[in-house]
């Protein structure tokens, strides 16, 4: 089973800012937040992962709270092609390093 | 382009049959990752491979099998196919086995198979 709760669905507005949160509050230690998302049925596509400390990277921006319980992907200007589903994952990139996929937020960006 | 490739990009066949779905990892990455998304199961992860050894298995079928050549490409057969199979077949890379903390998979565009 997945260790992250989503919400189901989400709209934005297009050129405005895309908060998604992800609640992870069974995450260990050596464990990492990565963010993926799926446009249609493309393959997944990486956008970002993190720790500790909020990461930022020319798609997004990843907030995660001091007691690392939850996360916050940010798109910061979303764009209609940002659409997607949008898949929190905790991962440690261990022996166990595939990765599980809950149901993800479908996010939608409205014109 | 995640640079991480996979053929063909669609495959039809009939139950009963067996198919061979093949991946080119990103150029560097030793490490082959299988998944497999239905309409009613979502993305679950099959097995992976690091250099030509299998690492991990996940909820793959026995009449699935898998591995990873020299040249690091992947090939996934699976036999005796049923219509429940029918579904989008990811490949993923990464550099390492999945030993190293914060290694990340970067996934191919997928092949999809209908079983008829």
């Known amino acids: 089973d997945a260790k992250t709760t989503q919400p189901t669905s989400m709209d934005c507005a297009e050129g405005r800012a895309a908060n998604l949160p992800c609640n992870h509050s069974?995450?260990?230690?050596?464990?990492?937040v990565y963010w993926y998302r799926q446009i249609h049925s493309q393959g997944p596509q990486y956008i970002i992962h993190?720790?500790?400390n909020n990461e930022t990277n020319e798609m997004a921006s990843l907030i995660i709270t001091e007691d690392r319980k939850s996360s916050t992907l940010i798109l910061p200007h979303a764009t209609l092609r940002d659409t997607a589903v949008y898949y929190c994952?905790?991962?440690?990139?261990?022996?166990?390093?595939?990765?599980?996929f809950g149901k993800g937020t479908k996010l939608s960006v409205k014109p | 382009d995640s640079g991480v490739t996979q053929t063909p990009k669609h495959l039809i066949t009939a139950t009963g049959q067996r198919v061979t779905l093949r991946c080119s990892p990103r150029?560097?990455?030793?490490?082959v990752y299988w998944y497999q998304q239905s309409l009613d199961q979502g993305l679950q992860f099959l097995i992976q491979?690091?250099?030509?050894?299998?690492?991990a298995k996940g909820n793959i079928l026995e009449r699935f099998s898998a591995q990873q050549f020299p040249d690091l490409h992947s090939e996934l057969n699976l036999s005796s196919l049923e219509l429940g199979d029918s579904a989008l077949y990811f490949c993923?890379?990464?550099?390492?086995?999945?030993?190293?903390?914060?290694?990340?998979?970067?996934f191919g565009p997928g092949t999809r198979l209908t079983v008829l």
């Open positions: 069974t995450i260990s230690g050596n464990e990492y």
């Open positions: 994952i905790v991962s440690q990139g261990g022996s166990q390093g595939n990765l599980i």
């Open positions: 993923a890379s990464s550099v390492a086995p999945s030993g190293r903390p914060g290694d990340t998979q970067y």
């Open positions: 150029s560097g990455d030793l490490s």
């Open positions: 491979y690091y250099n030509g050894e299998e690492r």
């Open positions: 993190g720790l500790k």
